[in-house]
């Protein structure tokens, strides 16, 4: 390979992962602030699970779109729009004095990383041959994984000696950055074959999608009425079952369900949102743990979990050489006992665990973690005809932030419980074990899926690259 193309097909990841780093460090710079922003809105902590589903929400109900608008309007151009909505949505953040507009606000957010996340990823995809997958993800992951490396710390130190606020303005300044670095060296692609958009589709998916998580997430809280609450989670189910139908009636659905049919891609995008159910927790749960029941400040905090971060980055410089060895199969099976033993592992946490232990836990939590998701994003795209990347995307991202509700759900779901069950009103130490436990099991759960996978599965992804 010559040294030009070389510095090319790492120049493009990287430029893109600027769009991630913004977005990977809002949210955990936002995991970390989550007790002080709940104390200066006046709400339950629990409650400000809002503020982070809604988000989610909102990338699950315009993903969608994003594979066909990249291709209707330009990846490049879309990509670029994005950046700026993401950037309007974190001034609004900030500006935020009731749980009602951070939430709203979020949602805004939400629209700009909808389009900003997955078209970034299909810029990756366009421009990377199949044999230079896995380092081509490897290296666009890096930098956006200094986000949760930083995000903790950040956060903290923000919330401990400023104002939460600074923690959504601090993304402007990386957003010119990300559009100048779009503009100056991403170059437009090849236009890709425009198609009709499928409306009813986007009515169907979106909505029922939204409906139905909200619902899930609202109830317990006491913000609406029973009725209400259960007439969102059936409404919306019956969305989703509408558009099942819908996508294998048509011949271009917004979201291709025919493309479970490639073994790979479905064992990658189901098992994975089991596995990643249970990771999307964690970042709930620990600020909760370390600040709410350890009583530690929020730098205190994120002086601790930012070493899943850290964790995360080294293992993308092994990724390719350890699944070149042992083969995807293998090391998905393997490594999904592992990383969900580490998610259970800090429900043995106490007050009196040295800060040094957790950190060691908290790393190679991350290094199992970024081991699964670094196989689980390559495999997906392995049996993917070209002309069909911009659904999978699309496809792929969507059952990738539901998982993150789902996980954040599935959390506060079992701390609510664990309060119920104990009599109690406020959140101790002792309520989090189980629900530890808890999202280590649902991760664990992937295997069932993961041992479908054979000995060659993902086989043209770890050819290496010509020099």
Known sequence: MRFGERVRQRAVPLIVAVALFMENLDASVLSTSLPQIARDLGTDPIHLKLALTSYLLALAVFIPASGWAADRFGARRLFRLAIAVFAAGSIACGLSQSLGGLVAARVLQGLGGAMMVPVGRLIVLRATPKAGLVGALAWLTVPALIGPVMGPLVGGAITTYANWRWIFWINIPIAVLGVFLVTRFIP????????????????????????????????????????????????????????????????????????????????????????????????????????????????????????????????????????????????????????????????????????????????????????????????????????????????????????????????AFGLEAVLALTGRSAIVAAAFPPVFVLVGLVSLSSVLWLARLTGRSGESLLARPAE
Do not use: W
């Open 188 to 411: 437009k692609l090849p236009p890709a074959p425009k198609v009709a958009f499928d409306a009813t589709g986007f009515v169907l998916a979106g909505p029922g999608v939204a409906l139905f998580l909200t619902g899930l997430t609202m109830a317990g809280l006491g913000v609406a009425p029973a009725p209400v609450v259960a007439a969102m989670v059936v409404g919306g189910l019956a969305l989703c079952l509408g558009y099942v139908r819908h996508a294998f009636a048509v011949e271009r659905p917004l979201v291709d369900l025919r493309l479970l049919r490639l073994p790979t891609f479905r064992v990658a995008v189901v098992g994975g949102l089991f596995f990643r159910t249970g990771g999307g927790a964690i970042p709930f749960l620990l600020p909760l743990l370390l600040q709410l029941g350890f009583g530690l400040s929020a730098f205190q905090s994120g002086s601790l979990t930012f070493a899943t971060g850290i964790g995360a980055i080294l293992m993308k410089f092994i990724a390719q050489p350890v699944l070149q060895r042992f083969g995807f199969r293998r090391v998905l099976l393997v490594n999904a006992f592992v990383a969900a033993g580490f998610l259970a592992v800090p429900a043995l946490f106490t007050p009196q665990t040295p800060a040094l232990a957790m950190v060691l836990v908290l790393f190679l939590g991350g290094v199992c973690r970024s081991l699964q998701f670094t196989a689980l994003n390559a495999l997906a795209y392995a049996e993917v005809p070209s002309e069909r990347l911009g659904s999978a995307t699309s496809f792929s991202a969507v059952l990738q932030q539901l998982s993150q509700t789902l996980g954040i759900t599935v959390a």
